[in-house]
């Protein structure tokens, strides 16, 4: 919002994006923590990564055109 005017954020999308990334970030510690086994671990951290990227995404420009899309 420095630098153009086509991106206009609320204090809610603010907060939305800051807890996007808490949650995600948490969920990851937690995968680190507590799982042991290096295979099942990877597998559980791509499908959080993946699922948090798609969020992302679909909050931002709304890829799929979803209820809850940016759009």
Avoid: C, Y
Avoid at 8 to 23: E, I, R, T, Y
Avoid at 39 to 68: D, M, T
Wanted: charge should be positive; aromatic fraction near 18%.
């Amino acid at each position: 919002m420095q630098f153009t005017k086509e991106v206009q954020w609320s204090l809610f999308d603010f907060a939305v994006a800051a807890l996007l990334l808490s949650f995600t970030a948490l969920i990851i510690m937690f995968i680190l923590h507590w799982l042991q086994k290096t295979k099942f671990r990877f597998l559980i951290l791509l499908f959080v990564i993946l699922a948090f990227l798609l969020l992302w995404a679909e909050l931002a420009v709304g890829v799929f055109n979803s209820p809850i899309s940016g759009k």
